[in-house]
């Protein structure tokens, strides 16, 4: 069984950055592609980036593209969201998860491990 444990969410004032961490139980975190998404409040959840299984290779959604970066380290099995210049609309609690497979998936339902959700607030 993987659990995924997000931490670093908070309050932050538009403009300003947040970093978010995702820990991963088991020995398998560098064999799958891992992924952020976020949910806010009416409205689905959306994907927000996405890594491949070295890091090597990235996908960013278009509303954070420029301003986030994703991350692992594999000998931690750990997974980074660096967000930057953060907006209101940024606002949602926000969720790693384990791709099913090797390569970036972008939709959710491709995605068979989720972590707990941490919330990101955004203040204008």
């Known amino acids: 069984q993987v659990q995924l444990v997000e931490s670093g969410g908070g309050l932050v004032q538009a403009g300003g950055s947040l970093s978010l961490s995702c820990a991963a139980s088991g020995r398998t975190f560098s064999s799958y592609a891992m992924g952020w998404f976020r949910q806010a409040p009416g409205k689905e959840r959306e994907f927000v980036a996405g890594?491949?299984?070295?890091?090597?290779?990235?996908l960013y959604a278009d509303p954070v593209k420029g301003r986030v970066t994703i991350f692992r380290d594999n000998a931690n099995n750990t997974v980074y969201l660096q967000m930057n210049s953060l907006n209101p609309e940024d606002t949602a609690v926000y969720y790693c998860?384990?791709?099913?497979?090797?390569?970036?998936?972008?939709?959710?339902?491709?995605?068979?491990?989720w972590g707990q959700g941490t919330q990101v607030t955004v203040s204008s």
């Open positions: 998860a384990r791709s099913s497979t090797r390569y970036i998936l972008t939709s959710q339902r491709l995605y068979d491990y």
């Open positions: 890594i491949n299984v070295s890091g090597g290779m990235t």
